[in-house]
DNA sequence: TGTCAAGGCCAT
DNA sequence: ATGGCCTTGACA
C-alpha cells in the first residue's frame, strides 16, 4: 500500500483512491493500479465478477474483483495504447506532452484557487445532491436563452472524425468484412466511446453524480450516445451538399450486403436511413443535438440508480429547454416539432437496439478485443438484461 | 545530465 | 496475483 512519504502530491488515484504515484498510462494513479492495469494488459487478462459489474474499488476491496477494478481503470481514462506490446523500457510515449500539459493546468488552477481563497479550499466537488431541487448555478426560474446557454457545455462542437464508423454503422458493412474491415470500425467505436465518455464527464450535471451513478448512466447509453453522434454528424456535416450520400454505402450493393453481412444490417441500414431522412426533415440545429444528447445521457430508467431523482430532475429540464428553445431568429415556434423530436429520439433508440445486437454478436464470435471499452459495455448491457 | 513513466523484480 | 521498489532510456 505504498510507504508513505511526506509532501507530495494530495491526490488520489481515482480508480481505488490510494495515493497517486505519478501519471501511469494516461493519467495520474496509484503504483498499485499501474501495476494492476500492466499485468491485466500485458497477459491480456480477462475476468468475471459475480456480482453485477457493481463493485465497490477502493484501496482496502480492490483485489475483491479485478473486473470491476479493470472496468474502472477504462472508465477512468488510463489508455490500452500506453502499454507497450514490445515490452521496450525506459524513454518517452506520446502521451509525454499530455502529462505535461496536465501538469500545467493543475498548477494553474492550484494558484487560481489559493489566489481566490486563502486559507480554505478543501476541493469539493460535491456529494450527493438531494434531487429536482438542488441546482447550483441555473434556478430554473430565468426565461429560455440564459438557461439553455447553462445547460449547453463548450464541447458541444467538437467534431469526432471517425473514418469508417459512419458508414458501417449507418450504412451497411464494408466488403473486407473478413480481413480488417471490422477492426478498423472497432478501432473507430473505440476512440468515439472514449470520446462520448470524455464528453459526458464535462458535464457539470454529470460530475455531480456519484461515479457509481455515472457509470450506470453510461452504461445504460453508450450505444444510443453512439447513434446519435453519427447522425448528427453526418446531418450537420452533410447539410448544404447533396444529402446522404453515404448512406446506402457507395461501395455496396444491397444484395452483396445480404450475402456478406447477413439481413440484421440491411435491416439496420433501412432504419439508419428513415431515421436520418426524418431527422434531416427536421432540420435540426446543433443546439438541438446537444440537447437530445443529454436526453439521452440522463434517462432516470436506467435500473439500480442511486439517485434517479437527479436524473430525472436533469432530464426535465433539458427536455424543458428543448421544447421552449426559440429555434431560428425568424420562425415561430413549432408546438408540434417538440414531439416530433422525441418520436426522433425513439427511433433513435430502436437503430440503437439494433446496433448494438450487431456488436454483440461481433463479441460472441469473439472479434471484439477484450479488455476494450467496448467489451465493457457490452457485457455491462448484457449482464442487466436492458 | 536530470527527469520520470515505462517495464522488471521479487517478497508477500 | 499483488504492489513496493528498482532499472531503463527518449526527451528536454
Ligand atoms: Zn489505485
Ligand atoms: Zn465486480
Not at 512519504?5 to 480508480?15: D, I, K, S, T
Not at 461515479?211 to 445504460?220: A, E, K, N, P, W
Not at 444510443?224 to 451538399?241: K, M, P, T, Y
Amino acid at each position: 500500500m505504498e510507504v508513505g512519504c511526506a509532501g507530495g502530491l494530495e491526490e488520489l488515484c481515482p480508480v481505488c483512491g490510494d495515493r497517486v504515484s505519478g501519471y501511469h498510462y494516461g493519467l495520474l494513479t496509484c503504483e498499485s493500479c499501474k501495476g494492476f492495469f500492466k499485468r491485466t494488459v500485458q497477459n491480456n487478462k480477462s475476468y468475471a465478477c459475480v456480482e453485477n459489474q457493481r463493485c465497490r474499488v477502493d484501496k482496502t476491496q480492490r483485489r475483491r474483483c479485478p473486473f470491476c477494478r479493470f472496468q474502472k481503470c477504462l472508465y477512468v481514462g488510463m489508455r490500452l495504447e500506453a502499454v507497450r506490446s514490445d515490452r521496450m523500457r525506459g524513454g518517452r510515449n506520446r502521451f509525454g506532452p499530455l502529462y505535461k500539459r496536465d501538469r500545467a493546468m493543475k498548477q494553474q488552477r492550484r494558484a487560481l484557487i489559493q489566489a481566490r481563497f486563502p486559507p480554505l479550499t478543501p476541493t469539493a466537488p460535491q456529494g450527493g445532491p438531494p434531487s429536482a431541487g438542488g441546482f447550483p448555478c441555473p434556478p430554473p426560474s430565468d426565461r429560455s436563452p440564459p438557461a439553455a446557454g447553462l445547460l449547453l457545455d463548450p464541447h458541444t462542437e467538437l467534431v469526432l472524425t471517425v473514418p469508417g464508423v459512419s458508414r458501417l454503422v449507418l450504412g451497411g458493412a464494408a466488403p473486407p468484412l473478413e480481413r480488417g474491415g471490422f477492426s478498423r470500425m472497432f478501432s473507430g467505436v473505440e476512440q468515439l466511446l472514449c470520446a462520448l465518455v470524455g464528453w459526458a464527464r464535462t458535464s457539470i450535471f454529470f460530475r455531480q453524480l456519484k461515479v457509481g451513478d455515472q457509470m450506470r448512466l453510461l452504461q445504460g447509453c453508450w450505444c444510443e450516445l453512439l447513434v446519435q453522434d453519427v447522425v448528427s454528424r453526418l446531418l450537420l456535416q452533410g447539410r448544404g451538399g447533396g444529402s446522404l450520400d453515404l448512406l446506402p454505402g457507395p461501395e455496396v450493393e444491397l444484395s452483396d450486403m445480404v450475402s456478406l453481412a447477413g439481413p440484421a444490417l440491411v435491416s439496420l441500414t433501412q432504419r439508419g436511413a428513415e431515421l436520418l431522412d426524418s431527422l434531416s426533415f427536421l432540420e435540426v440545429d446543433p443546439q438541438e443535438f446537444t440537447c437530445i444528447k443529454l436526453l439521452i445521457l440522463f434517462n432516470p430508467d436506467v435500473r439500480d440508480l442511486e439517485d434517479p431523482g437527479f436524473v430525472a430532475g436533469v432530464q426535465q429540464q433539458v427536455a424543458g429547454v428543448l421544447r421552449e428553445s426559440p429555434l431560428r431568429p425568424g420562425s415561430p415556434q413549432d408546438p408540434g416539432r417538440f414531439p416530433r423530436l422525441l418520436r426522433g429520439l425513439s427511433e433513435l433508440r430502436g437503430v440503437s437496439r439494433q446496433v448494438e445486437e450487431v456488436l454483440c454478436c461481433r463479441q460472441l464470435r469473439g472479434e471484439v478485443p477484450g479488455n476494450s471499452l467496448l467489451s465493457e459495455m457490452l457485457q455491462a448491457g448484457g449482464a442487466a438484461g436492458v
